[in-house]
């Protein structure tokens, strides 16, 4: 791979940013806080050096962004020209120093505006003339790249690059290739039933959720010939193997991934309670629940979606007692810490899928969760009573 280093202003990248392109392994385009954004700016005022920017130049003129896709938004947001920022387009410009208190009074008069209005102000006030000028003539390092013979270099340049930073584990599973990864971030995670979850919509939720689930379906179909339940351990690093396992899909897969997708248009009609159903733990769960039921969820749906919601307001209503939790439902608390600690480890995934099977089952036969009837004879209360009021209180 070819590389020169040249010198780009701010004037140049707001002229040149229409004819940058951000690939699919780059990371959201609103990433960073609105704090971030700011100290960047002041950064650039104060003329630091800022991080480089990497750029591959196409033979038709137009470029690919490789890394500094942060650096750029936040540029033209303050510039007011980032339609892709709906958040902090335009946003104001502040003094920060978290060192020491800064001397130079004058800047701070322009603290609090935003580019346009310092830009207005500029025809009467050399301060801010002064302040636009050196902004826009801001030099920032543009390493040039070109002639790579491997085009999926770029994604393991971006890992490579930012192996030091903040870059959250579905970011990195993006920044993959293959056939699977593809399913992952551009079918299976936008199904209609991880959009109605209560799920961020951020930094790749949904979609890592898709690969967690694609990992157990895989391991369950694996172990199902033999008449055993196979879990998968799904670690960032597990997925990316799995990614590259399977960067061509065999028969068998795609069948496995059709498999996903019936179950997720089922699921997605049932009547279950999407505001509570949420934790990519809990929703990996309540999909292997679904698998391991098999031809029987079909007949079972309605009381599979009860037993679910009730579930679900079940543990939240213990959680909200703190240690003063009903002894009845201890199970539950146990369940609970399996889903927050170590929650991708076999043994945790293991323990919520049978334990579910169980409560379902038991939930079949006796319509009611498994320490209602403890909870009737100490409290003297109808449990599932006792959780309407408290879905009604305080979901």
């Known amino acids: 791979m070819e590389r020169k280093i040249v010198r780009w202003s701010i004037r140049t990248i707001r002229d040149k940013f229409t004819e940058i392109n951000f690939p699919e392994y780059q990371r959201e385009p609103n990433i960073w806080s609105l704090d971030a954004k700011q100290r960047l700016i002041d950064s650039i005022r104060r003329e630091f050096d800022i991080s480089s920017i990497y750029i ?41 120093n978290e060192l020491y208190e800064d001397s130079y009074k004058r800047v701070s008069a322009l603290e609090g505006k935003r580019y346009q209005e310092i830009r207005d102000l500029a025809d009467n006030c050399d301060f801010a003339k002064t302040f636009i000028d050196n902004f826009l003539e801001y030099n920032v390092s543009v390493v040039m790249l070109s002639e790579s013979e491997e085009g999926n270099e770029f994604n393991l340049q971006f890992t490579r690059l930012n192996l030091g930073t903040i870059i959250n584990s579905g970011e990195r599973l993006n920044a993959m290739v293959g056939e699977l990864r593809n399913v992952c971030f551009d079918d299976i995670g936008s199904h209609d039933f991880l959009q109605k979850v209560n799920m961020s919509n951020r930094r790749f939720a949904r979609e890592q959720t898709a690969a967690q689930i694609i990992a157990q379906t895989f391991a369950l179909e694996g172990g199902e010939s033999s008449g055993d339940w196979v879990y998968a351990r799904t670690r960032n690093l597990d997925i990316q193997k799995l990614f590259k396992e399977h960067n061509v899909l065999s028969d068998a897969d795609k069948k496995a991934v059709d498999r996903v997708r019936g179950l997720f248009d089922l699921l997605s009609s049932m009547d279950l309670d999407f505001q509570i159903l949420r934790g990519r733990a809990m929703i990996v769960s309540v999909f292997v629940l679904a698998y391991q039921l098999g031809e029987k969820l079909c007949n079972t749906s309605r009381l599979f979606a009860e037993f679910v919601n009730d579930l679900l307001v079940c543990l939240h209503w213990q959680l909200a007692k703190g240690h003063d939790f009903d002894r009845c439902y201890q199970h539950f608390i146990d369940f609970q810490r399996h889903l927050t600690q170590a929650s991708v480890e076999k043994s945790a995934v293991e323990a919520r899928a049978h334990a579910l099977l169980s409560w379902f089952q038991f939930w079949l036969n006796k319509q009611a969760l498994l320490g209602d009837t403890e909870y009737l004879d100490v409290e003297d209360e109808n449990p599932s009573e006792s959780r309407k009021l408290f879905r009604t209180e305080n979901m």
Do not use: A
């Open 56 to 96: 591959f130049e196409n033979e038709n003129g137009t470029f690919e962004c490789v890394d500094g896709r942060q650096r750029l938004n936040t540029i033209m947001s303050f510039l007011g020209e980032n339609s892709l920022d709906h958040r902090h387009n335009s946003f104001v410009f502040r003094v920060l």
